[in-house]
């Protein structure tokens, strides 16, 4: 379903947004 490849997408960001976060802070 869409919804399903959507949430992946979010979550998909979402860990890209913590990386560079943890990046940046370390």
Do not use: F, H, P, Q
């Amino acid at each position: 379903m869409g919804e399903r490849k959507l949430t992946n997408l979010i979550w998909s960001l979402v860990a890209l947004d913590i990386n560079e976060l943890v990046t940046v802070t370390w």
